[in-house]
């Protein structure tokens, strides 16, 4: 049974988005000049980019033979046997069993880092973040963030498969966000270095 981390939200704005981006560059070939429709364009698709790669592109997908975790920069596919450990807390870290650490973009702590920080269960006498000499969560016990479901998950699912210890995880760079994000910091600056 595959499980991803995309919400409804994340499938709306991955299409919404793009629409509004091209919708944007479309109509700047529209307006009259005097208001700089190509600058107009440039930081509206630029900021449209930004926030579909930090909330849309991210995510990580459990399936019967493997984890897929999509990160900027690159995407892991990562067979069960591969997978060496899981943490969660503060964010989801699968360690791979060549020494290899994944950190997944797409699960963090969430609400919960915000709630233990209300609470004080995080503030240390400086007012900073304070971790245990062991690296231990300072999460207060009784509060459970989405890093650790997934890290419980991937546990649960770490037990039940029939894995094959020599089996090896791969990386592929994300060739297309990168080149799109290359492209909009390029159109950002282009409009800044105009005005």
Known sequence: MEQSSASTLSRALGVALPVAAVAVVALAFLLPPEWAPDRMASFVAG??????MIWVWPQITLRADEIVVR????????????????????????????????????????????????????????????????????????VRTEADSWAREIAVRLRSVAADPAAAASRRPNVVPLVLGALAVAAVIRAILLS
């Open 47 to 52: 900021a449209c980019w930004a926030a579909w």
């Open 71 to 142: 990160n900027f920069v690159s995407t892991w596919h990562v067979p069960w046997g591969a997978v060496g450990a899981v943490q969660g807390g503060r964010g989801l870290r699968i360690a791979l069993r060549d020494g290899r650490r994944i950190n997944v973009a797409a699960v963090s702590a969430g609400e919960a880092m915000t709630e233990a920080w209300r609470e004080g269960a995080l503030g240390a006498e400086g007012g900073y973040f304070d971790g245990d000499a062991r690296g231990e969560s300072p999460l207060a016990p009784r």
